[in-house]
């Protein structure tokens, strides 16, 4: 299972990579593994504030719709257009093309706390 | 109290080969082996084996089956010669669905019953219940396995397997393999051409993997439901139900009322006169959304009207598809409703089933 090393995680599968005081999340490459078959993605709303630990924004596979959660507290600035029409991305690239949003942390000392890849390693077994 | 967990011979066989399982009542089964997509795709273009070992083998002989069957079961049976296969339901005193199965005329006086696996107990019990002299029952569900060989290429897979073309749709018939008897039906919940295969447990992984090995791809209850779904056959226990009779659901075809008398007669006679309170209608998404599921509100000019019993993304169609009761004057092609899922209201419109016609589709 590809756990990229220049990553957080949080133990619900989301992964996170700073960009300044920025940060891009979506979800592993286990989770989409788990889900298959992601056919629509419902993202957060540009200038909607999440919360850590909270669910920000929900994905769909055939079988089940699945939370997913902030792994930060901030603002959504940006969503990922491309899964409207392509909601597989996040099956077929689920760390690079396949991402969720784009987050402004109030608080990027939060990441610090977010599990390392060695960790979520461990988790996934 | 235990939790009972029921698995087909193919489990181990089918856990090597990559499948992901579920509960599917008290059975674990395979939901899917790579994608539910890919699967489903595999039967609509080539072609796909299915485990339906989980479902129930009842068979009944003896000189008064026939007309005992045609007591029990509300389509006419005079329509089916040996080796035919028919489309009926067990009906309860108020014209509800009990069971949805297929028969199979074997012999003059022999049939065998294709129930669903949730009802196993129930259909053996009622049928039990009412047995007559004359009348054998005998429920082989537990020593027979089962699987479906669904797509354009079955016609060349049964070729390899049997050696001869295969019959027609709605065919059934007693062949040889490995000096054990199969039974073979050209029958499906698909809408493509293919056949059910019907034996003893015994030869349940020579079958599987001799379809696998013709080039049939393994197919979970996944794809199953996604196929059915767009074909519009109904599921008992989500789509049909004992307070729902076949004329709501939209299969009064299916139903003999000419019958002299059949169990559920006399109830839909009655609700034939006064009109059905409901109709199953077919429903299509018309507007981007996520996947319409089971017991989703259905809305007419912002007023709940009915709940979805079965939805999901149709792969075929690249759209959201649901069924649902509904009122008879909405339940017309044409149709605006919305669809509350999970809170927002998406624009859906009532088509004729079904809502995907495959390419070598056949009227039944």
């Given at each position: 299972m590809n756990v990229p090393d220049n990553l957080k995680y949080t133990e619900t599968h989301e992964w996170i990579r700073l960009e300044g005081d920025a940060g891009i999340v979506g979800i592993t490459d286990h989770a989409q593994n788990e889900l298959t078959d992601i056919v629509y993605v419902d993202p957060p709303k540009v200038g909607a504030k999440v919360t850590a630990g909270q669910p920000a924004a929900v994905v769909e596979s055939v079988k089940a719709a699945s939370d997913i959660y902030s792994p930060v507290d901030g603002e959504v600035i940006e969503v990922n257009a491309a899964l409207a029409a392509d909601p597989a991305l996040v099956n077929t690239s689920p760390f690079a093309d396949g991402w969720l949003f784009k987050v402004r942390l109030t608080d990027p000392s939060q990441v610090g706390a977010l599990k390392s890849p060695e960790d979520y390693r461990t988790q996934i077994g | 109290m235990p939790e009972i967990i029921r698995r087909t011979a193919l489990f181990d066989?089918?856990?090597?080969?990559?499948?992901?399982?579920?509960?599917?009542?008290?059975?674990?089964?395979?939901?899917?082996?790579?994608?539910?997509?890919?699967?489903?795709?595999?039967?609509?273009?080539?072609?796909?084996?299915?485990?339906?070992?989980?479902?129930?083998?009842?068979?009944?002989?003896?000189?008064?089956?026939?007309?005992?069957?045609?007591?029990?079961?509300?389509?006419?049976?005079?329509?089916?010669?040996?080796?035919?296969?028919?489309?009926?339901?067990?009906?309860?005193?108020?014209?509800?669905?009990?069971?949805?199965?297929?028969?199979?005329?074997?012999?003059?006086?022999?049939?065998?019953?294709?129930?669903?696996?949730?009802?196993?107990?129930?259909?053996?019990?009622?049928?039990?219940?009412?047995?007559?002299?004359?009348?054998?029952?005998?429920?082989?569900?537990?020593?027979?396995?089962?699987?479906?060989?669904?797509?354009?290429?079955?016609?060349?897979?049964?070729?390899?397997?049997?050696?001869?073309?295969?019959?027609?749709?709605?065919?059934?018939?007693?062949?040889?393999?490995?000096?054990?008897?199969?039974?073979?039906?050209?029958?499906?919940?698909?809408?493509?051409?293919?056949?059910?295969?019907?034996?003893?447990?015994?030869?349940?992984?020579?079958?599987?993997?001799?379809?696998?090995?013709?080039?049939?791809?393994?197919?979970?209850?996944?794809?199953?439901?996604?196929?059915?779904?767009?074909?519009?056959?109904?599921?008992?226990?989500?789509?049909?139900?004992?307070?729902?009779?076949?004329?709501?659901?939209?299969?009064?075809?299916?139903?003999?009322?000419?019958?002299?008398?059949?169990?559920?007669r006399d109830a839909l006679l009655a609700q034939r006169e006064r009109g059905v309170p409901a109709k199953l209608a077919a429903l299509r998404m018309t507007e981007k959304s996520p996947p319409p599921r089971a017991h989703y509100p259905v809305l007419a000019d912002g007023k709940r009207v009915g709940e979805t019993t079965s939805g999901a993304l149709a792969p075929s169609l690249g759209e959201g598809v649901a069924l649902a009761y509904l009122p008879p004057d909405l339940a017309k092609p044409g149709q605006s409703l919305t669809i509350d899922i999970r809170g927002r209201n998406f624009a859906a419109v009532v088509e004729k089933k079904p809502l995907y016609r495959p390419s070598l589709w056949l009227p039944a």
């Open positions: - | 066989l089918q856990k090597s080969q990559g499948a992901r399982c579920i509960k599917f009542g008290d059975w674990e089964m395979p939901v899917q082996f790579t994608s539910i997509l890919d699967e489903h795709q595999a039967v609509r273009t080539s072609c796909g084996v299915f485990d339906i070992s989980h479902m129930g083998e009842i068979f009944v002989s003896g000189p008064q089956a026939m007309r005992w069957l045609q007591h029990m079961l509300a389509n006419d049976l005079a329509k089916c010669a040996v080796g035919d296969a028919q489309y009926t339901f067990l009906l309860n005193e108020r014209g509800g669905v009990i069971d949805d199965l297929i028969v199979y005329r074997l012999a003059e006086d022999n049939f065998l019953l294709l129930v669903n696996a949730a009802k196993i107990e129930e259909d053996a019990a009622w049928l039990d219940g009412h047995r007559e002299e004359g009348v054998t029952i005998d429920d082989r569900s537990e020593t027979m396995g089962a699987i479906a060989v669904q797509g354009p290429e079955a016609p060349r897979i049964f070729r390899e397997l049997f050696g001869g073309e295969i019959p027609s749709r709605n065919k059934a018939l007693a062949l040889h393999r490995c000096s054990a008897m199969v039974i073979a039906a050209t029958t499906g919940y698909t809408g493509e051409a293919g056949f059910e295969l019907f034996f003893p447990t015994s030869l349940a992984a020579d079958l599987w993997q001799s379809a696998i090995n013709a080039g049939a791809k393994p197919c979970g209850l996944g794809a199953r439901d996604t196929l059915r779904l767009e074909m519009c056959y109904p599921l008992n226990g989500s789509d049909l139900s004992p307070d729902r009779t076949p004329l709501e659901a939209g299969l009064g075809i299916f139903v003999a009322l000419d019958k002299p008398d059949f169990i559920g």
